[in-house]
């Protein structure tokens, strides 16, 4: 499997909007990022839970993040969507994964949130609600984030030299919205 060159030259930031879609059915790789294009996001794919684990890798490993990762949990071969999740968590434990499955029945969705995915979407899923799930889930770390620093440069409000570090804080909604970013699509 070949893994994308080109990668973000900024320190690693959760503001970046690339996603992260898993999932087996070339189908719906395709409409998850035509219709996450359409709202500003760049999107890069993953057939298996392998690749998408070499993917994030990869990204991590040159300083990058993605915003959120959006994981079918049902692929046959390989790793399963809840492996990926444990796989992909202990690489990036801040990466928030939005599982989606054919066969989900809402009753699971606290057990799926208890094992570490941010949300769950039942397939198939509109556009609204993709979309919806996926600024939630980038909002929520760049909040929970923002929340961190903002502590960090409270505690450390005494030290000028370390509360210059920490930089101005930012409106995490506004950050959950698209931005350019270096970080090149998978094609």
């Known amino acids: 499997m070949e893994i994308p060159t080109a990668i973000i030259t900024r320190e690693p ?14 189908q719906v790789l395709a409409v998850g990022r035509a219709v996450l294009a359409s709202q500003g996001f760049e999107v ?22 993605y915003a959120a990762c959006v ?3 049902t692929m046959p071969g390989g790793l399963s969507g809840f492996e990926a999740l444990d796989q992909l968590h202990q690489i990036d434990p801040e990466l928030p994964v939005i599982a989606c499955s054919g066969y989900f029945q809402e009753d699971a969705r606290e057990l799926c949130q208890a094992i570490g995915f941010y949300d ?3 397939k ?22 923002s929340h961190a620093d903002q502590h960090m440069q409270e505690h ?3 030290d000028h030299s370390h ?14 919205l698209p931005q350019q970013s270096d970080f090149a699509q998978q094609v």
């Open 13 to 26: 930031s959760f503001a970046s909007s690339v996603i992260l879609i898993i999932d087996d059915e070339p």
């Open 44 to 65: 890069v794919c993953a057939s298996s839970g392998d690749q998408a684990v070499e993917l994030l890798m990869h990204a991590i490993t040159n300083g990058n993040r």
């Open 124 to 145: 198939p899923y509109t556009p609204d609600i993709l979309c919806t799930a996926v600024r939630r889930a980038i909002a929520r770390v760049v909040d929970q984030t």
């Open 120 to 122: 769950v979407l039942g």
């Open 163 to 176: 509360a210059m570090t920490h930089g101005a804080a930012f409106d995490p909604y506004a950050a959950a």
């Open 71 to 73: 994981l079918d949990l």
């Open 156 to 158: 450390d409000h005494h």
